[in-house]
């Protein structure tokens, strides 16, 4: 009898184990399925990437004025300093590839750069779009919609930090939740210096195609950006866990396809960067 007991005894234990581990297991599962719903129904950013890249010319008020039709959340654009020492929104170091002009955009003047045709590379329809200064872009469009800043090539242009700091102040009044300014580029230092110019402007630092960004290397960007900025193919839920525990968001560059951005929707990040804005505007 006694062996009859102890027999039932292990096998109620045994059982009562089985439903603890299966009540686990739906609590974990339960954990996950409701993190990867958070994360599907997380508004994604739609960044378009030097404006409407795909329909207008670069960096032209045309691809900014196509990127707010089709409800884009920000515009990105690059600034580097011409010969004059003004900020202006173009994305090489020379002029060729975008204008109808030649030599480096820091031998660029103001009145020359009035001259310039930066639309006609494109198609004959944009002719005569300009090389836009970073104060008419502001002017234009601050407040409407958020704008990714990239400084470009900042070892060229000592000084170009507190510059852009100076101009960003001037329209920090315009700024919403829906509509900030957000700073950002490869050269990391340069980022560092500006934050701490203008620690009220969001920033990011962009990843190239390195080496896997670790967990140090995260940690220390977080003391003085916003947003880890990598491309596409370097994102993954390790990276998107490790960016979320210090507090930084994630925006992708540059997605131009839907089933990828719906990948990385899904991971948890928190924008796109496209030339085709208006693929998403769903």
């Known amino acids: 009898m006694m ?18 581990l299966l009540i686990l297991i739906f609590i974990l599962y339960g954990d996950a399925k409701d993190t990867k719903l958070k994360r599907r129904k997380k508004k994604l950013f739609i960044i378009a990437h030097r404006g409407a890249s795909d329909i ?20 990105e654009l690059d600034v580097q300093l ?6 202006v929104v173009i994305h090489d170091t020379t002029l060729e590839r975008t204008t109808n002009a030649a030599g480096p955009v820091k031998n660029l003047t103001n009145k020359a750069q009035k001259r310039i045709d930066a639309g006609s590379w494109f198609h004959h329809s944009f002719r005569n779009e300009r090389i836009p200064m970073l104060k008419e872009v502001l002017k234009r469009y601050s407040g409407k919609v ?26 920090l009044y315009k ?14 230092q340069s980022i560092l210096k500006f934050h701490k110019f203008l620690p009220s402007v969001k920033t990011a630092v962009l990843i190239g195609f390195t080496s896997p960004i670790n967990v140090q290397e995260i940690q220390s960007f977080s003391s003085y950006a916003n947003y880890v900025n990598p491309h596409f193919l370097l ?27 719906e990948k990385l929707l899904e991971m948890g990040i928190d924008g796109i960067v496209t030339n085709r804005p208006y693929l998403f505007k769903k």
């Open 3 to 20: 062996e009859k007991g102890y027999g039932k005894m292990i096998y109620t234990l045994k059982q009562s184990l089985f439903y603890v």
């Open 56 to 75: 207008a010319p670069e960096n032209t008020f045309a691809a900014f004025d196509k990127a707010i039709q089709t409800h884009a959340d920000y515009i």
């Open 82 to 87: 011409n010969r004059n020492g003004e900020l």
């Open 146 to 171: 958020g704008m990714l800043i990239e400084l470009k090539n900042p070892s060229l242009y000592p000084g170009i930090e507190l510059k852009l700091a100076k101009e960003l102040k001037k329209h």
């Open 175 to 188: 700024q919403t939740k829906n509509t900030p300014f957000v700073v950002q580029s490869f050269d990391h």
């Open 235 to 261: 994102i993954d839920d390790e990276l998107v866990n490790m960016a979320s525990h210090f507090g930084m968001g994630i925006f992708a560059w540059t997605v131009n396809h839907s089933n990828i951005a």
